[in-house]
C-alpha cells in the first residue's frame, strides 16, 4: 500500500480521509498485508478482506469484485514491498468497470481482457509518469493501448491535475489523452473535481476544463 502526502500540519491527507471514510465502509477489500493498516487505523479485523491475485469476492446478488495484478511497488522508506498491490474488476448488474489503480504497462492488462472480454469503463492513472518511472506509471500511449486491451468502451483517466509528483506540467497528461483517445476513438470520461459521473449514462459529456485554465 503507498502511503504519501503530507499537508501543512504534517498529517497524511490519506489517513485522515480514510479515518473519515470509516462510518460509512460495510467492507475493506484490499491486497495481502495491507489490512494491518486498516486495523491501526481502527477498523474492525471482521471488515478487512485481504486477497491475493485473481480472487473472486461476492459482495451482493450479482455483485461481485474480482482482484487482478498491477505493477507497482509498495510501501516507502525502509517498509518496501511487503504488501501486495491490487486491481480490481467490479462485476455489476449491467456493468463490468476495471479499476487499475497505478500499474506499469505489462500484459496483465490484456490477460484481462481476453479472461473479461470487454469492460464499460476502464480507469487508470495517467499523470506524475516518467520515462524513468514507466515501470510503476503509465505513460500517456500505454494508457490508449492498456484501453485497447481492455476492450474498454469508455477511458476515465486518474492520477493527474491534483498532486504534482512529475516533471511534466499539471496539464499535459490530459492535453495528450485528450489527443491520442480522440485519434483511437476512445470516449472519456473527464470530470472536474467533485464533478458526479453517471455510470449508468454513457452519453454524459465532459468538458475539457483544463484547457480553459491557462
Not at 498491477?70 to 474488476?89: C, E, P, Q, V, Y
Not at 462485476?91 to 487499475?100: C, F, K, L, N, W
Not at 470487454?118 to 515501470?135: K, M, P, V
Not at 509528483?165 to 496539464?171: A, E, I, S
Request: net charge negative.
Amino acid at each position: 500500500m503507498e502511503i504519501n502526502g503530507l499537508d501543512s500540519t504534517g498529517t497524511c491527507w490519506l489517513n485522515k480521509t480514510i479515518l473519515a471514510l470509516k462510518p460509512k465502509v460495510r467492507d475493506v477489500i484490499c491486497g495481502l498485508g495491507v489490512g494491518e493498516h486498516f486495523e491501526y487505523w481502527g477498523y474492525e479485523p471482521s471488515k478487512i478482506i485481504e486477497k491475493d491475485w485473481h480472487e473472486v469476492i461476492s459482495v451482493a446478488d450479482n455483485f461481485t469484485i474480482h482482484t487482478a495484478p498491477a505493477r507497482h511497488g509498495s510501501g516507502r522508506k525502509l517498509a518496501k514491498d511487503n504488501t501486495l498491490w491490487l486491481s480490481f474488476i467490479i462485476d455489476a448488474p449491467g456493468q463490468r468497470i476495471y479499476v487499475g489503480g497505478d500499474s506499469g504497462y505489462d500484459i496483465h492488462f490484456s490477460e484481462i481482457g481476453k479472461k473479461f472480454g470487454s469492460f464499460d469503463l476502464a480507469i487508470l492513472d495517467n499523470g506524475q509518469y516518467d520515462l524513468a518511472w514507466r515501470e510503476i506509471h503509465l505513460l500517456p500511449e500505454e494508457v490508449i493501448q492498456a484501453t485497447k486491451h481492455l476492450q474498454a468502451s469508455r477511458l476515465f483517466p486518474v492520477h493527474a491535475s491534483k498532486f504534482k509528483l512529475g516533471h511534466h506540467p499539471w496539464d499535459e497528461p490530459l492535453v495528450k489523452v485528450a489527443e491520442l483517445s480522440a485519434s483511437a476513438g476512445i470516449p472519456l470520461v473527464t470530470p472536474k473535481i467533485g464533478q458526479a459521473v453517471y455510470l449508468d449514462n454513457k452519453q454524459q459529456a465532459f468538458d475539457r476544463w483544463w484547457e480553459n485554465t491557462r
